[in-house]
């Protein structure tokens, strides 16, 4: 009657969490979809092709393409053919952002893919597996009337894959090719209000550079940024959720110290993971508004790697403990072979980043991918629950087949920004309800307990953590997972 009466406490608290846990879900995806802008806007830039023939161009001046100051411009190449003007003394020039416009810091940072229209000519076809050599300089300042200021300067080579879907023939002349965008520049922080790029294309025929690349019309440039509005949604978020895992984490920690026994591996990985979980959330980026900390991406990369692989390491582990032998449990030894493929697979991974996002650091330009093409930085989603895993699905595919956002009347609904605040949530609530349901009970348990049952007491509570049996007793859960195994 006891253990009846407390089994249907325990499912009133689980319902209680669990409706608790619900709203501040939607509460999560709310937030995104109602008050939060997109995420990120995309913005089309046209180079302006400027002249420039003096020598050491690079240390002498920079070539504005508007503004009281802009360069003498070209119309186009034929026009540099009739006034004898090279290749060479050629710059294109780009602004950012558009006349009239700023940078801010609330947009964190700026990733830059190139499209080139190259057209079509019979004395200088497009050759097979042509490579463009680009001479590029970045440059700020936070003023229109100050002097531009080198942020990097740097010699690219990237790999051109165009098709032409016409015969190559004279009367094909003029026609463009269909190129894939190349990746261009990726910068971690916007802490100036003004940026200059100059892209020159030297031409070298004795050593081969730039020939046989076609013949360049335009050099186009898409700006990627974050949203200053959903930038400040993301960082109230973080700040919110950071002392509301910290205080579930010492909630939980706390618990297990009353315990008379020391603490098992089920119990250790989970408050790891909710250290994880809280590394992800410290918002530090609040700092990124002041500072010009241009590893902050390099640095979210680490931290969500972390979080990541204990994920994972903790679902191993989880469903270890209950269907393991009883000589193997409780120690971290007997899970190497499952444990290290995720140990050796992070640190590829983050050695993957460090030669990517760690060069840009010194050299935005620089490209991992220059012989594959434009490809999306994948991310390693190591193992998640059905649920946690089915809504970050269903999410993805509602933000990739809609238009970014719902309209119900007069509301509209931002789909993308829901996605990230909800599932960010989502894994938030994930690491809390672990922490609240593997908690140990504060009770102790009586002396009349037995070494094959769980003896329960008229003031005592069903614990659903430890996986081991010890002086404080085996747990439900073990119990039914050891049954399910044995049948």
Sequence with gaps: MAGAIIENMSTRKLCIVGGILLVFQVIAFLVGGLIAPSPT??????SVKCIDVRKNHHKTKWLMPWGPNHCEKLKD????????????????????????KEMSPWFQFMLF??????????????????????????AYRDDMFNDWEEIAHAIEIRKLKCTFGSPKTLESEGRHYDCDFLPFMEIGSVAHKYYLINIRLPVNERKGINVGIGEIKDIRLVGIHQNGGFTKVWFAM?????????????????R??????????????????????TFINIPVEWFSIGFDWTWMLLFGDIRQGIFYAMLLSFWIIFCGEHMMDQ????????????????????????????????????NPFYSIWTTEGL????????????????????F?????????????GDITIQVNSAFFTGIYGMWNLYVFALMFLYAPSHKNYGEDQSNGDLGVSSGEELQLTTTITHVDGPTEVYKLARKEAQE
């Design 396 to 408: 993805f595919i509602v933000s990739q087949v809609t238009e970014g956002h719902w309209k119900w």
């Design 256 to 277: 297990i110290t009353l315990m008379t026994r020391a603490p098992v591996l089920l119990e250790k990985v989970i408050f790891a993971l909710g250290i994880s979980m």
């Design 113 to 138: 893919i190139m499209q080139l229209d190259i057209a079509f000519k019979m004395d200088n076809d497009l050759k097979e597996n042509a490579e463009i050599t680009l001479d590029v300089s970045l």
């Design 41 to 46: 806007t995309a913005v089309p830039y046209m």
């Design 77 to 100: 190449f034929d026009e540099a053919v009739s006034r004898q003007i090279e290749a060479n003394d050629i710059v294109f020039a780009v602004h950012i952002p558009l006349p009239s």
């Design 238 to 254: 973080k700040t919110f959720l950071t002392p509301s895992i910290l205080i579930i984490m010492v909630w939980y920690w706390r």
């Design 327 to 362: 000589n193997e449990r409780n120690r971290l030894s007997g899970y190497w072979k499952q444990v290290g493929p995720i140990a050796v697979g992070s640190f590829c991974l983050f050695i993957f980043d460090m030669c990517e996002r760690g060069v840009q650091l010194k």
């Design 375 to 394: 490809i999306f930085r994948f991310k390693f989603l190591m193992l998640i629950t059905l649920a946690c895993a089915a809504m970050t699905v269903i």
